[in-house]
């Protein structure tokens, strides 16, 4: 018998896997639990705040949650953070679009939420804070230096607002 060229002698079996791809994996499980983590925590922190919360059917759309705040529905995206580098929680704010990152666009979401999940705290951005951004910095508490987004820390009052973005 000939034998083919090419195949390998030994096969491997499916459960075995090559290093690499089995790290990339686990990042990427990682990930999603971090993010099935941050919508849980909304979801148990907008209703308990008395908002009416649901989320799309299906996979594709740019947000995770429409939220009732009044009169008003917002499309809203939640990210979480876990990790902290130079003593900054950085957060990933895109989507993937195939193989492109894509900054959010005000027609996809309306707010995003961030939790700091070491802190238990949230901040509530209107989208115009993430236009064209795919990664914000933001400060522990405590923190030497003033933080840039601390008026949106806990603004859960910007769901209930006519247009979301009431000061008061």
């Known amino acids: 018998m000939r034998k083919n060229r090419g195949v390998p002698r030994r096969r491997i079996p499916a459960s075995e896997d090559i ?28 209703t308990e705040l008395g908002f009416m919360v649901a989320q799309p059917y299906g996979s594709g759309y740019p947000f995770d949650f429409i ?11 939640v990210k979480a953070a876990v990790h ?37 705290t949230w901040y509530i951005l209107p989208v115009r804070e993430v236009v064209n951004r795919v990664t914000l910095l933001f400060r522990p508490k405590g923190y030497h230096r003033p933080d ?10 910007l769901l209930r607002e006519p247009d979301g973005l009431v000061f008061g």
């Open 19 to 46: 290093p690499v791809l089995k790290v990339d994996r686990e990042r990427g499980h990682q990930s999603r639990k971090r993010g099935d983590l941050g919508e849980a925590a909304f979801l148990h922190k907008a």
């Open 67 to 77: 939220v009732q705040g009044g009169q008003a529905l917002w499309r809203l995206q």
């Open 84 to 120: 902290m580098s130079h003593g900054l929680y950085a957060v990933s704010i895109y989507r993937h679009m195939g193989r492109r990152r894509q900054a959010y666009r005000g027609c996809d979401v309306d707010f995003v939420a961030v939790y700091i999940v070491p802190e238990e």
């Open 148 to 157: 840039i987004y601390a008026h949106y820390r806990e603004a859960w009052h």
